[in-house]
């Protein structure tokens, strides 16, 4: 049974499967509760100006209170012929109230309407993945904290460049995750302005208050431009794009952990919680979750560029295109959530990192060749010189099969005069690590001042 939506201007209801085609009641009741929100606050500021009575006003609010226990109970579940969510609250209000459930809509549009439970809906999912931002980094801390000696094989281009501090290593993943609960906050302060009143596209004849309803709904400003209003979706590609970015350093840390996971590097187990087995091959375990994470990145980078593309031909103001946004944005929300969540967890109780092999790892490789150069820099040979004479003794040293703390005093002495016998500290792996103190360094003392900073940094 088909209600009648539209005005006495259409004589027949639409084609059955228009009507799903045009629907957006399946996903866009995902903001049911900030579109119940948003209209109690316009239904009292259409009573607080006087456009209707107090009374009126009051039980608009009311049966929208209703619904909302209605919904929170699994009672209303309306079907496809409401259209969307909006509809369907209206249409339920006024069941509910009566006739005056039809004043609801005064002074207001489904265009102004969506822009408003959309910001609402977004505001507080940032606010959540902010939580698990910081959830992230607390359990980083945690490992790092307790990891500040021990080594890890540092690379650039995959190649072993210089040993680090684990800690240090993994303070990297703090930072990013550090600039990405900022960028999120800058973004919610666009999110955070209400388009409520801006009407259909260009305002109303009725004496409406939009800051009122902002201030009802805790929305910093109001837009100043009716059109703009209704029809800017920038907060959304900003939280998109910021989500990407928290995706992209998300799969750049799965990427690592996959990477040590394997035979090749043997940096962590993984526990039985946290990885899967094969139906074929009884030996294998299997990083599955950092493995769906670094899929996952790309359905989140999918959704920015949908969004960038529905928006780019868009004549002002709204347009149905736009109905397109909410998929892909909420989509966008549940995957960083979960993957956020499930990283933590990961780090938190699903790896063990082998701090034996990693003390292996970085004893049985060149990665102490740039502090020879050093040493011999510091004793005032210039640097370009010992570095081209140090890069000779590592290509003697791989014929001879040898290491270079493998290398005798005498043989040091040969390839230069400067060389002592502080040589074997100096290209000791600890103490190659320590001596990098400089700010922002692996050195130890560096680390722990970081670990101190960041600590302060989430204590908020
Ligand atoms: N369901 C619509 C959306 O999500 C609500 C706004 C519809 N406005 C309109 N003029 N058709 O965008």
Redesign the pocket.
């Known amino acids: 049974t088909q209600q009648q939506t539209w005005s006495q201007r259409f004589e027949s209801a639409l084609h059955p499967a228009i009507a799903l085609f045009n629907a ?1 009641i399946n996903f ?1 009741i995902e903001l049911i509760e900030y579109d119940l929100t948003g209209s109690q606050a316009h239904a009292k500021m259409l009573a607080h100006t006087g456009i209707i009575s107090a009374e009126e006003g009051e039980q608009l609010v009311s049966g929208l209170e209703q619904i909302r226990q209605e919904y929170r109970q699994g009672q209303f579940q309306p079907g496809v012929d409401a ?4 509809f369907a609250v209206e249409r339920r209000l006024t069941e509910i109230v009566g006739d005056v459930g039809k004043k609801l809509h005064t002074a207001r ?3 102004d ?2 822009g408003t439970d959309t910001r609402l809906y977004l505001r507080e999912q940032i606010q959540q993945i902010r939580n698990y931002l910081r959830e992230f980094q607390r359990v980083i801390l945690d490992i790092a904290e307790q990891n500040v000696e021990t080594l890890i094989p540092g690379y650039t281009h995959l190649q072993r460049a210089q040993p680090l501090s684990l800690a240090h290593h993994l303070l990297a993943y703090f930072e990013m995750a550090q600039r990405d609960w900022e960028r999120l906050g800058d973004v919610s302060r666009r999110v955070n302005i209400s388009p409520l009143g801006c009407g ?1 596209l260009a305002g109303t004849t009725f004496p409406i208050d939009r800051h009122y309803t902002a201030e009802l709904l805790n929305f910093d400003s109001v837009y100043a431009n009716s059109l703009d209003g209704v029809s800017d979706r920038d907060f959304a590609i900003e939280f998109l794009c910021a989500a990407s970015l928290i995706m992209v350093h998300l799969s750049r840390l799965s990427e690592e952990i996959i990477l040590w996971a394997s035979e090749e590097f043997r940096f962590i187990t993984l526990k039985d919680s946290c990885a899967t087995g094969s139906s074929i091959m009884p030996q294998k375990k299997n990083p599955d979750v950092p493995e769906l994470v670094r899929g996952k990145t790309g359905r989140v980078f999918g959704h920015l560029q949908g969004m960038l593309v529905i928006m780019k031909g868009l004549p002002l103001a ?1 347009n ?1 295109d ?2 397109e ?2 998929e892909g944005l909420f989509d966008g929300v549940n995957t960083v959530k979960a993957c956020l969540e499930a990283m933590t967890i990961l780090l938190r109780e699903g790896l063990e990192f082998r701090s034996q092999r990693l003390g292996e790892a970085v004893a049985e490789d060149f990665s102490n060749a740039t502090d020879v150069a050093d040493y011999l820099a510091a004793r005032g040979v210039p640097f370009r010189e010992a570095y081209n004479l140090v890069g000779k003794v590592v290509k003697t040293s791989i014929a001879a099969g040898k290491l270079l703390k493998d290398l005798t005093l005498e043989e040091w002495q040969q390839i230069h005069p400067a060389f002592a016998a502080d040589i074997y500290d100096a290209i000791a792996p600890r103490t190659v690590v320590a001596a990098r103190n400089s700010y922002g360094g692996t050195g130890f003392a560096q680390v722990n001042k970081a670990i101190h900073t960041a600590r302060n940094q989430i204590r908020e």
């Open positions: 957006s866009d259209e969307d969510v909006h549009s489904r265009n309407q969506v259909a709204y149905k736009l109905q946004d909410k």
